[in-house]
């Protein structure tokens, strides 16, 4: 079992940046999958990067590529997502989960979540 707690949120006016940062409790961190996904109001959860165990291959939704960079440091358990040029509709709740099995943009395929981190883009 593995237990998630983001940070780094909080509010940033367009094309700025933020770094989110999940840190993970245990000693099995190296054995997930990591994920960031993100929740807007009114909105279903959605995919927004995947990081494989060794940190290769990553994948990102569409709206987010170019622009967000997943990674994680297996040595500090810890998994991060850079947003740069953050736009309004970047806004939402911003959760790392942690998957057994495969990289996934399925929600489902993640067994243990964080409690969330608010990010807000707006001038």
């Known amino acids: 079992q593995v237990q998630l707690v983001e940070s780094g949120g909080g509010l940033v006016q367009p094309g700025g940046s933020l770094r989110l940062s999940c840190a993970a409790s245990g000693r099995t961190f190296s054995t997930y999958v990591m994920g960031w996904f993100r929740q807007a109001p009114g909105k279903e959860r959605e995919f927004v990067a995947t990081i494989s165990r060794r940190g290769l291959p990553t994948y990102y939704a569409d709206s987010v590529k170019g622009r967000f960079t997943i990674s994680r440091d297996n040595a500090k358990n810890s998994a991060y997502l850079q947003m740069n040029s953050l736009k309004p509709e970047d806004t939402a709740v911003y959760y790392c989960?942690?998957?057994?099995?495969?990289?996934?943009?399925?929600?489902?395929?993640?067994?243990?979540w964080g409690q969330g981190t608010q990010v807000t883009v707006t001038s």
């Open positions: 989960a942690a998957a057994q099995f495969y990289t996934s943009s399925d929600y489902a395929e993640y067994d243990y």
